[in-house]
Every structure is written in C-alpha cells, then in structure tokens.
C-alpha cells in the first residue's frame, strides 16, 4: 500500500472543529480501522486449461476462499469540506468483501481511483471501498486507503457518508485460494528444459514449511499425456522454460 501524504493531525483537527462548532455538520474523511473478514471455505478447483508462470503454485491441497461481491452501478463522489478539499470519485464497479468494521461489511473495489487535494502538488491513485451497513437505517460510507504506519501494519481507511449512494445489486462470489491454513501440500512449477519438466512438492503446517518433505521433480516431458505425483493427476498441455499450460484431473 501507499501512503497517502495529507497529515494525519488533519484528522483529529478537523474531529475537534466538528465536536465544538454549532450548526450543520462538516464533511470529512475519518480514520476507520478494519478487521479482516473470516472466508467461507470451498473445495479446491480443479483448474482447465489454466496458465501459470514458472514458479507458481499450479497444484495446491487448500481449499478455497469464498467472498460476497457486490456492484455499484453508478459512480460515487465524496468531497471533504477540510483537509485541503481532499476528493476522490469511485467509478461505478464489483467490489469484494474483504474486511468488517464497527457493524459494516467493507467491500474493496477492483480497480484503485484517483484521490486529489487541493494542496497537493500531484494526486494519487488509490485502493477504495464502500461500507454497507448491517443497520439499513445507518449511512453507506465510502474512502479509499491510509497506512498510518510506516510498516503497513495498520489498515486504516479514511472514509465519509456517501450523500447520493448508487444503485447496488449482489455480483458472483470471489473465490481465492486459502494458502496457509492448516495442513497443506503444493506443486510448483520450475520450467521445462532438454526434455525434461521439472515441479517443486512442498508440505505447510499453517505458514511453517515443512522441509524434511520437500521434493524437487523431474519428469521427462510429455504434452497431453497424464502426469502422476502423491494423489494428484494432472495434464501438460504446453510447457516453456517462461510458464505452463496444464489442467488438473485429481488433486491430492
């Protein structure tokens, strides 16, 4: 992630003006933290025709992630009446349930937008999301990411009410590999060369490594023709010393 340049006092400054002042409220963008969201957990895919390059898993016994998404079907504009006019217009697109904070879903669009302030010299492209309440009678919010840390370690997001909120329709689920969690085993590809394919097997105990059972394959190379390896079962259809056409029959 990015940092994004604007002072963070910004925030806490512009908290106090918002607390003491009288009349209507002023627009801007507050830090929220998130919590990351629990998957729910599907079988893993049996790749067809899939591509991969040379040092990707193409084999792996973890199941998948499953992530509601949904999709905006108009664009969302939000503008800060302090922090230097700081404004970001969110195109219209699918978004993915990724995290939750304080009783809403945030939902992280695919393609970051480009956030601009007033003051500053160049704008920044950015990740965002929305926030879809669990309450319906609580606002949609909407912002765009903000590492406060110089390490990433806190995901923070600055976000605000979003006045004219867009049509939303539910979108097909997303669904990613769960790597890392509980027992797993993999297949990696090395590249293909004088006749011969060569794949890395691993073991994990969650994110441990298990070394004493790692493997390094040969094979002699034959397009088309099943290739067999603990439980799993897999074609090559092409292989190149850059990536690897291949589909899976069986996984281990």
Known sequence: MKRFNLAVGAVAIAALAHGCASGPKRKYFRAVSVTPAKCDLVAADKPSNASASVGDIIISSWPNCSFDSIETLGPMRLQSETEAGTAVTIPAGVAT????????????????A??????????????TVILMPSDPLQPVRAGFEFVIDMQGRRNYWRVMEVDEVPSIREAAPILRPAHFQGFGQTLTYLGVSGGKIRFSYDEFSGELARPAFKQEIELDYAPEQPYAYKNARFVVHEAT???IRYSLLQNF
């Open 97 to 112: 349930y990724f995290a939750d904070e304080s009783g809403s879903k945030v939902y992280r669009f695919k393609n970051p």
């Open 114 to 127: 480009t956030v601009t302030a007033e003051r500053d010299v160049e704008s920044q492209s950015l990740e």
């Open 241 to 243: 010393p850059m990536g």
